[in-house]
């Protein structure tokens, strides 16, 4: 079993940052691949960001590539989001998941409760 807590949500003006954190708590969050998505209400959750165990496979979705950056600590048991040149429609919930399997396309089995993000305009 593994807990996630995300941390780092709020309101921020466009062309603004925020830092989503991560912690794990449970089974070794090494052996897991990390990936942060996010969900609008009334829609499907959306992938955003995912890094391989090591941290040395990472993939975007498109919609953020160039403002987005997944990074982890594995001595920490944590994982971020930094975001950055945020827009009104990146404002969703954002959850974090640990998974196993492909590095590029985890099969994820545990997720958080999920940090709201609300980028005004």
């Known amino acids: 079993q593994v807990q996630l807590v995300e941390s780092g949500g709020g309101l921020v003006q466009a062309g603004g940052s925020l830092r989503l954190s991560c912690a794990a708590s449970?089974?070794?969050?090494?052996?897991?691949?990390m990936g942060w998505f996010r969900q609008a209400p009334g829609k499907e959750r959306a992938f955003v960001a995912t890094?391989?165990?090591?941290?040395?496979?990472?993939t975007y979705a498109e919609s953020v590539k160039g403002r987005f950056t997944v990074s982890r600590d594995n001595a920490k048991n944590t994982v971020y989001l930094q975001m950055n040149s945020l827009k009104p429609e990146d404002t969703d919930v954002y959850f974090c998941?640990?998974?196993?399997?492909?590095?590029?396309?985890?099969?994820?089995?545990?997720w958080g409760q999920g940090t709201q993000v609300t980028v005004s305009s």
């Open positions: 890094i391989s165990r090591s941290g040395n496979t990472i």
């Open positions: 449970g089974r070794t969050f090494s052996g897991y691949h």
């Open positions: 998941a640990a998974g196993l399997g492909l590095e590029y396309n985890p099969s994820y089995i545990y």
